[in-house]
């Protein structure tokens, strides 16, 4: 199966908040729900979007954006599990902004053919950056894994002020790691006190149900224009 | 025992490489061999730097500069092990670069009163941007920890590309993960064919006394003005 590629340009526009907001309102009256996955390299995020997939499928057409600086790797996994999706190159960038995430669904719609009702942005690996663009999406998630440390929240504020839930993957190797689910907890609520919190192993497939359910949740509050 | 801390300045200059090239030729004139440490949040830079130490300080005065964007509790722990140890703040941003570095090692030197042969930067984590920015640094290290995975090198080309060598860290955890040193090998090969590769554990403490007598030799190579 070959893998589709975009290789985005640079956003030209000046405001990219304004931007993104725009985009926000724009899909949403598509009925499509943006969502925007960050993390560290190496969190798990390509593994927890094959876990979240089949919870969220069984009642929306899902697809994914697999943005990378370079390799094919994560898009060509997720099209063997028959999951929709493909490949952006960023050309050495750090991150996406909304500009760069309307050209990605633009192609994502081309190639595929698909109109989905949820596309997942996985963002480029990158704990600092991404925190800074708005991408336009509907719900930002960022990942921390176990063998990251207790402690990144304190060390990279934004992502984790940014974030509306955080998924603490890895937890099937919590015993190999000094790692403690309060002090991540309490570093996460310093930063955003009404961050939700998932413990979840790509390896076990534990707690995505959970996640998986209050995605489903948000979508239907943005959708039917309800208040959080 | 408090924890001295830089906010550092935006660098303001236009030519970031000729600055660097400038610095670098400045610190061997001054016999200070500076080391820049580069890796993901959470890969373990903190840990491997006191593992380093005791080697490298039976013949050096050594110090590090921890760079961060918030907190400091990296230059308090290495304080507590007696590593001579000053905290810099990026205010935000996600790398540095040679102007920044000079702001950190006047600092150290003016706080710690000690001139140092050896000073190392544990710099931002992120595998994107530090690896664009040019420190003046005598030697790129980086490390790609187990947990992260062994296709990173695919994913986050330039930094594999720069670095002199690459700390294969948390080899203790091997068996939770999917990890080939084999595939991470030949990944970091395809970025950079001389890099050197050292397997270590910054738990039990494998493959540090290899790593450091590398970089004994690097030193001594730079100091005589001989070529690598």
């Keep these: 199966m070959s893998v589709n590629i975009l290789n985005l340009k640079k956003s030209i526009l000046d405001n990219n908040d304004l931007d993104a907001d725009h985009l926000r309102t724009e899909l949403l009256n598509r009925h499509l729900f943006y969502i925007n996955l960050m993390s560290s390299p190496g969190s798990g995020k390509t593994s927890c979007l094959r876990r979240l997939y089949p919870f969220l499928s069984s009642r929306h057409t899902v ?19 028959g999951i929709p999706a493909v490949q952006l190159h960023t ?5 996406l902004d909304a500009e760069m995430s309307r050209q990605g669904i633009h192609f994502f719609q ?28 509907h719900l930002n998630l960022c990942i921390l894994a176990v063998p990251e440390g207790d402690d990144k929240p304190l060390k990279y504020p934004l992502m984790f002020q940014v974030c509306d839930a955080v998924l603490v993957n890895k937890t099937d190797t919590t015993p190999a790691f000094d790692f403690s689910f309060e002090k991540a907890e309490e570093a ?41």
């Design 63 to 81: 697809g994914v954006l697999e943005a990378d600086i370079d390799s094919d790797t994560d898009a060509a996994l997720l099209q063997k599990q």
């Design 91 to 95: 050309g050495g960038m750090c991150h």
């Design 110 to 137: 081309k190639e595929t053919g698909l109109c989905p009702d949820i596309l997942i942005l996985e963002n480029v690996g990158n704990l600092v950056c991404p925190a800074e663009f708005d991408t336009g999406a």
């Design 188 to 228: 996460i609520r310093s930063r955003n006190p009404d961050s939700r919190i998932f413990p979840v192993s790509a390896k076990t497939g534990e707690g995505f149900q959970e996640a998986a359910g209050w995605i489903e949740s948000r979508l239907q509050e943005s959708m039917s224009g309800q208040p959080r």
